[in-house]
């Protein structure tokens, strides 16, 4: 097959396949059309291309965005969409040989996610039940908030979820996950009750709208807004909200930490890693193996906060 004409075309046809084939979702194909957009602007300053460049060339790229001060993590991605778009080309028959199969990237350093103790989840989710302007914002922002820590989910799985999936006082949610990937995942008692109260106000709301002339919501939490249901930046904005008025550090709290919080917490309440793995919607296990370390981590910090052999034999420590 004869190989695009311009890198905007190489670029272009790489992405849709990706969503049709692999159903990438959206702010992944957004990160993987910036970097190879990058890629071609430094290969176009080169006077060549996707389809002249060679392993060198990648070489040079990677150790020109390592000149740039750009973080590990940015470089290891920009290397991993170009491996994949050469991989693309190759399959396609677009090129005869591929340039980048041979590279090793920067790798990925290993942070260990920051969490919330189980007293600091405790304040946020009273904070959530007494903060906004109306009672349809509380009985949301606690809907949200028991929702968000009793399932795990991620941020843009919670805010798009169909309305439809909560109807009929659902013990499980069935939620699609990245890539087109569906999962179901439980609901506490607190999160049943909080989605209950929330959906009577919800649809009373949108029932107003209808007789205004606007049409009905699909989404559980609507939102007037392009994306029709609340937006991941304006719940990110709630809950470090949240945090201030539940005098937990703003800084410790975002809507990913309570993922976070989840499964560290049901994994110190005798979870196994596979059944977390499945609720969190891992493709790997090795990527829920983490909250292991997270949990070593703070059952070292109460060792030795409480342990009489950890204290200074003195009395200082």
Not at 161 to 174: E, Q, Y
Not at 188 to 201: D, G, K, V
Request: glycine share 8%; hydrophobic share 40%; charged share 25%.
């Amino acid at each position: 097959m004869v190989a695009p004409a311009t890198s905007d075309l190489w670029i272009s046809t790489f992405l849709q396949a990706q969503a049709a084939e692999l159903g990438a979702a959206n702010n992944t194909l957004l990160a993987y059309g910036r970097d190879l957009k990058d890629f071609a602007a430094w290969l176009e300053r080169r006077k060549t291309g996707f389809t002249e460049a060679e392993r060198d060339q990648i070489e040079a790229y990677m150790i020109d965005c390592d000149a740039q001060g750009l973080a590990q993590s940015t470089r290891a991605r920009r290397l991993s969409a170009i491996k994949q778009i050469y991989r693309f080309a190759f399959e396609e028959g677009w090129r005869d040989t591929n340039p980048a199969i041979q590279i090793k990237g920067p790798g990925r350093q290993k942070r260990l996610p920051k969490t919330l103790d189980v007293p600091e989840v405790d304040r946020l989710l009273q904070a959530a039940r007494q903060t906004g302007r109306t009672k349809a914002d509380r009985v949301r922002n606690t809907c949200l908030m028991e929702v968000l820590y009793a399932t795990g989910m991620r941020v843009t799985e919670l805010v798009s979820l169909p309305v439809s999936s909560a109807r009929g006082d659902p013990r499980m949610l069935l939620v699609l996950g990245k890539g087109g990937k569906e999962r179901m995942v439980p609901l506490s008692p607190p999160a049943r009750e909080a989605l209950a109260a929330w959906l009577i106000l919800r649809d009373e709301a949108e029932d107003h709208a209808v007789t205004d002339g606007g049409q009905r919501s699909k989404f559980l939490f609507p939102s007037r807004g392009k994306s029709g249901h609340l937006t991941r930046h304006m719940f990110f904005l709630l809950v470090k909200e949240l945090a201030v008025q539940g005098g937990v550090s703003p800084e410790k709290v975002t809507p990913h930490t309570l993922r976070h919080a989840f499964a560290t917490h049901l994994l110190a309440n005798g979870a196994d890693l596979r059944s977390i793995q499945t609720l969190l919607g891992h493709a790997d296990v090795a990527t829920t193996e983490i909250y292991t370390h997270v949990l070593d981590e703070r059952l070292a910090e109460l060792v030795l906060e409480h342990h009489p052999l950890a204290k200074d034999p003195d009395g200082k420590g």
